[in-house]
């Protein structure tokens, strides 16, 4: 995916080259271009963090049921392992609320 997307940008870039204008206007082409890549980075950033927010909540929900799949049944190993599952999550969706604050930051420029 990220291939095909770089791909589709170098296809962009390449299209654009061989048309050379003025000093202004090349320097507007080149702009554009930057903006398009921009764009485009964002885009992939954004999949991956929602990604990300997802495996956070299946790991926070499989620890969730192991926890409670223990309790009532009264098996240690199954708590224990659920709790682990739970610090994982916990870590996980500490990296994605890192990851958001830094693409709401790209979003005020």
């Known amino acids: 995916m ?4 770089l791909k589709i940008t170098q296809d962009e870039i390449d299209r654009l080259a061989p ?3 003025p000093e202004e206007a090349y320097f507007i082409d080149l702009t554009n271009i930057n903006i398009k890549n921009l764009r485009a ?3 992939m950033v954004k999949g991956q963090t929602e990604k990300s927010f997802y495996v956070s909540l299946v790991s926070g929900v499989i620890g ?3 926890i409670a799949y223990g309790i009532f049944n009264e098996l240690d ?10 610090f994982i999550a916990g870590v996980f969706f500490y990296l ?3 990851t958001g ?4 930051l790209t979003e005020i420029f």
Do not use: P, R, V
């Open 77 to 86: 190993i199954s708590t224990y392992a659920g709790i682990i599952t739970e």
């Open 96 to 98: 994605y609320n890192k």
């Open 2 to 5: 990220i291939k095909n997307d």
């Open 19 to 21: 048309i050379i204008k």
């Open 41 to 43: 980075y964002y885009q």
């Open 101 to 104: 604050l830094c693409t709401s």
């Open 64 to 66: 969730f049921g192991l």
